[in-house]
């Protein structure tokens, strides 16, 4: 059989469907909790703009905006990072997470 980078074509197939597979599955998963965690942290915020209108808090929102943006940036270098090293299974899985976030 004929070898490109050192794997083997017949094993591409399954690598590749396994990690679809497993990419659906986690998909499945981080769609459900990114929902949950996007509800409490509206809720959050719904409460602290509500104690800053009643004079209970007081927030710096330039700061809390300038966090947001460096959480953003940390996260775009993370994703970045991780599709530079992307094999097979790895684009399996890629296309599987991205096809599962599109399903009802």
Sequence with gaps: MEQLNGQDWASWPIQLSAGAL????????????????????????????ALTQWGIASV??????????????????????LFDNLSVA???????????LRLR
């Design 90 to 100: 790895g684009a399996g899985f890629a296309a599987g997470v991205l096809l599962s």
């Design 22 to 49: 497993s990419g659906v599955a986690i998909g499945y998963t981080i769609r459900k909790l990114t929902l949950v965690a996007l509800f409490c942290v509206g809720l959050g915020l719904v409460f602290v703009y």
């Design 60 to 81: 710096d929102w330039r700061a809390f905006d300038a966090q947001l943006q460096w959480v953003a940036r940390q996260l775009q270098q993370w994703a970045s990072g």
